[in-house]
């Protein structure tokens, strides 16, 4: 089962909008959460990070929300712009049990319209 | 050549034959990993080396058998793969080890097993 789950495979947002991908965890013990990007034809780049202590986390027009409670984190982009559409990984950690393993989910295709 | 790169990009073989995955890092991190994205599903990671040790395996099949024989080189021996184990092969490194340690991914190798 998986542990860190990305239920819509595909998001079209019109430019200029925001868009609002989501992403829901089951681990508890999960204390680190990423937000990966991947064009076509290259590999993943990290994107932004959020703390578990923490529940909002900002960096340009990216922001990352996180509710412990729900076990829900979400990534805002706002302004999208077209060079925004790729897919979007959603990814956690637990740092006590494991030093090395990122559990990834299945991926977000956004789409920005003109 | 900058960051972490992947040769070949794309790999075609039969289930008889042998191959091996090159993936080389120019950020002069420690760790470096395996993943496995097969369509429509996550991330699964295969492999951890941390300065040239393995230090994670995901029960991952005999037929994979990864070598890592400095900390800028990882590869990754094939033989008797199925047509299961189509997917693409992604390589990351990062500085060390460790849950909160950005990932920085080559393009992948896209195989298909005949």
Redesign the interface.
Known sequence: D?Q?KQNS?SLSVQEGRISILNCDYTNSMF??F?W?KKYP??????LI?ISSIKDKNEDGRFTVFLNKSAKHLSLHIVPSQPGDSAVY?CAA???YS??????????TRLSIRP | ETGVTQTPRHLVMGMTNKKSLKCEQHLGHNAMYWYKQSAKKPLELMFVYSLEERVENNSVPSRFSPECPNSSHLFLHLHTLQPEDSALYLCASSQDVGPRETQYFGPGTRLLVL
Not at chain 1, 41 to 46: D, K, R, S, V
Not at chain 1, 98 to 107: E, N, Q, R, T, V
């Open positions: 998986q860190v495979p204390d680190y990423l990966y034809a290259e590999g993943p780049t990290f990070s990984f950690s637990d740092g494991s030093a090395s393993k990122i559990i990834f989910g299945s991926g």
